[in-house]
């Protein structure tokens, strides 16, 4: 069992996640003066190293919170809270499925970091189809757009998700490296 894995850690793993998201889930894409939304990263990362069902439902609860707080008292835009919302769910088990699938997969080799990036690449993907094709069709916003529209809008917005999914994966990668390294130093 490696560093990150032992008992006790995954309570500190599982709040400096709730943290990140607390941190960044106000501004998606980030700006100069604001973090990427680091929610996707974390759905991956909780499904790799807590992996049990009450941390998933907890994360789904802060990010509804989170939410709430920033509409109610943030002046943040309640225009994506349509009924497309709830399928935020099936989205988060996109990429928190992603995780626990590569948790089964992972070795501490280099070998690896190709298994994480198809996992992340695959979640991500999967979680993209889901968010954004049921706001598309049920946010009630969009009766009159070709599919060709459709899909110029999903050229645009598809690359800064992945994106900041990416960014936050690797950091928590090199972090977990860094880690494991200490720790086998140490034993």
């Not at 948790?103 to 690449?121: I, N, P």
């Not at 889901?130 to 706001?135: I, L, P, Q, R, T």
């Not at 060709?148 to 994106?163: F, N």
């Amino acid at each position: 069992m490696n560093a990150i894995h032992a008992p006790g850690r995954h309570l500190t793993v599982g709040l400096a996640l709730a943290l990140l998201m607390a941190a960044t889930r106000f501004h998606h894409f980030g700006s100069a003066t604001h973090l990427p939304d680091a929610t996707l990263a974390v759905f991956l990362l909780g499904g790799f190293y807590l992996r049990r069902a009450g941390w998933f439902a907890g994360y789904l609860g802060e990010a509804a919170l989170i939410d709430y707080l920033a509409i109610a008292f943030g002046g943040v835009s309640d225009w994506c809270v349509t009924p497309a919302y709830l399928f935020l769910i099936p989205t988060y088990a996109c990429v928190w499925g992603a995780g626990v699938w590569y948790a089964g997969r992972s070795r501490a080799e280099w070998r690896s970091v190709g298994t994480l990036l198809g996992a992340l690449a695959i979640g991500v993907s999967a979680a993209f189809l889901v968010s954004n094709g049921s706001f598309y069709l049920l946010s009630g916003y969009f009766t009159e757009m070709s599919w060709t529209e459709y899909a110029a809008r999903m050229a645009k917005y598809y690359p800064p998700y992945l994106a900041g999914a990416l960014l936050y994966v690797a950091l928590a990668a090199l972090v977990h490296g860094l880690l494991a390294a200490r720790a086998s130093q140490r034993a």
